[in-house]
């Protein structure tokens, strides 16, 4: 497997216990992580003694790819890797693979993204304060509407009383 940014090849390393992750330890120092290996270290309380941290943290070495420039998967063919913010806060952005999952990060993503939130539920709730903000004005123009208008009975209902008052 080749690196999505500098085409050097990938390396498997053991990033903890059963967990290997792909690093392009001789060109940009990237990540590579295969679907769901991320969630074993985006906290910042999970394998801090990864060797990994230290690899991706070290500075990336010239000749790499620009930024902008179109990344396929390292584990599909010809599969364009999408750009994308990792979370609600929208600090940090992201390549993932829209068919295998996997997700690529550059030289110091993972430290960034262990340092912007405590733990998984944390995460979660910021994303679900943020669906609130973004829904709330839109709830509250609904509601102000709804109560403004009749309460409506099923157009059925309706129909059948508009009937039996004719006579029908």
Same mark, same amino acid.
């Given at each position: 497997?080749?690196?999505?940014?500098?085409?050097?090849?990938?390396?498997a390393t053991e990033a903890a216990p059963g967990l290997f992750v792909d690093v392009?330890?001789?060109?940009?120092?990237?990540?590579?992580?295969?679907?769901?290996?991320?969630?074993?270290?985006?906290?910042?309380?999970?394998?801090? %003694?990864?060797?990994? /941290?230290? !690899?991706?943290? =070290? +500075?990336?070495?010239?000749?790499? @790819?620009?930024?902008? $420039?179109?990344?396929?998967?390292?584990?599909?063919?010809?599969?364009?890797?999408?750009?994308?913010?990792?979370?609600?806060?929208?600090?940090?952005?992201?390549?993932?693979?829209?068919?295998?999952?996997?997700?690529?990060? %550059?030289?110091?993503? /993972?430290? !960034?993204?262990? =340092? +912007?939130?405590?733990?998984?539920? @944390?995460?979660?709730? $910021?994303?679900?304060?943020?669906?609130?903000?973004?829904?709330?004005?839109?709830?509250?123009?609904?509601?102000?509407?709804?109560?403004?208008?009749?309460?409506?009975?099923?157009?059925?209902?309706?129909?059948?009383?508009?009937?039996?008052?004719?006579?029908?």
């Open positions: 497997m080749n690196c999505p940014a500098c085409q050097a090849p990938l390396t392009c330890a001789t060109g940009c120092r990237g990540l590579w992580f295969d679907h769901f290996e991320l969630q074993r270290l985006d906290e910042r309380h999970e394998h801090p %003694d990864s060797p990994v /941290l230290k !690899l991706s943290s =070290e +500075e990336a070495k010239a000749g790499t @790819a620009a930024s902008g $420039a179109r990344r396929v998967c390292p584990r599909c063919d010809e599969v364009a890797l999408f750009s994308h913010f990792f979370s609600v806060k929208r600090k940090i952005q992201i390549e993932s693979c829209p068919q295998c999952g996997g997700h690529w990060l %550059d030289p110091g993503e /993972l430290q !960034l993204i262990r =340092e +912007e939130f405590q733990s998984t539920e @944390a995460r979660e709730e $910021a994303a679900l304060a943020e669906i609130e903000a973004s829904l709330g004005p839109h709830r509250q123009a609904q509601e102000a509407r709804q109560a403004g208008l009749p309460k409506r009975r099923p157009l059925l209902l309706g129909l059948v009383s508009w009937i039996v008052a004719q006579g029908g």
